[in-house]
């Protein structure tokens, strides 16, 4: 059993993912990366972690099997002890399926389907924390759910994602509390004008994560968050590894917005 905190990153090669990995493995945590980016599970060992590496082809990203499902994210669970024999932080991360489509629209533009799909940012969630949850029992671990800070006001043409969205967060604190005397933390963290590579609207290459080069692609953003600049996923991984890497232990149940201030606007 290794004396190393051990981390488990869901879909740790998109978003926060890599930077995430990175930050932990500087930290002393040796990684489970599931569906990492090119090179860096070998990133991450040169930065002294051991990496376990879950393939796509292991547990998808997608359909039957996927880490949205109840058998995924106990896969993710069992191969994380498997290797490691101990769960201290679980990065979550329950995306959309492809087969939803944007999550921008009015309300009365949706088919009953579309909304009914909104229903697996919960369901996704529920799989994950009920796999991770028991296997945290013995290190009183720590679980961050990233959600979306959509879900932080209302705004027209985001009613049903920001509703899915609102209670996931809602979801996750209520958990976080069923489990507190346990000395497990688990909280939720949205981001809202915090860009990555593959970010809506923005350019290839104009992201990486440490630097965003703005254009007419982000005026809007920008023009809409009070610190008057976008945030990137270096900022993002900072303000999540003090709710994952064992610093702090002294907070839970809450959901905590990263927006440069929109949240508040």
């Known amino acids: 059993m290794t004396q190393r905190r051990i981390a488990l990153i869901q879909r740790s090669g998109t978003y926060v993912g890599p930077a995430l990995a990175r930050r932990l493995a500087r930290s002393g945590h040796d990684i489970v990366a599931h569906c990492p980016s090119p090179g ?10 051991t ?7 292991e547990v998808p990203l997608d359909g039957p099997g996927s880490d949205l499902t109840a058998s995924g994210t106990q896969r993710l669970v069992d191969r994380s002890l498997a290797r490691f024999g101990r769960l201290d932080a679980a990065a979550l991360a329950p995306q959309r399926p492809a087969h939803l489509g944007p999550s921008r629209g009015l309300m009365l533009d949706a088919s ?4 009914a799909a909104m229903s697996v940012y919960l369901e996704a969630t529920f799989h994950a924390l009920r ?23 209302p705004e027209a043409g985001w009613s049903l994602y920001g509703a899915a969205r ?11 509390l069923e ?13 809202k004008n915090a860009v990555f590579d593959g970010f809506p609207s923005c350019p290839p290459g104009a992201a990486t994560d440490d630097a965003v080069s703005l254009g007419e692609w982000s005026d809007q953003l920008v023009a809409e968050t009070p610190l008057g ?9 900072a303000f999540a590894a003090v709710l994952l890497d064992g610093s702090n232990r002294f907070q839970t149940a809450q959901y905590f917005s ?4 929109w949240d508040a606007g």
Do not use: W, Y
């Not at 009953?112 to 909304?115: F, K, L, P």
């Not at 009183?140 to 800070?149: E, M, N």
């Not at 609102?166 to 976080?176: D, E, K, P, Y």
């Not at 600049?229 to 991984?237: C, F």
């Open 258 to 261: 990263f927006s440069g201030g």
């Open 166 to 176: 609102a209670g996931q967060n809602h979801f996750v604190r209520a958990v976080a």
């Open 179 to 191: 489990h507190a005397h346990e000395g497990i933390c688990i909280n939720a963290l949205g981001s």
């Open 51 to 57: 990496v376990e590496v879950i393939g796509e082809d």
């Open 131 to 153: 796999a991770v949850i028991p296997a945290m029992r013995a290190t009183k671990g720590q679980i961050l759910v990233f959600t979306s800070d959509v879900a932080a006001r």
């Open 229 to 237: 600049r976008l945030g990137t996923m270096e900022e993002l991984a």
């Open 40 to 49: 860096l599970a070998d990133q991450l060992a040169t930065l002294g972690a």
């Open 112 to 115: 009953s389907d579309r909304a």
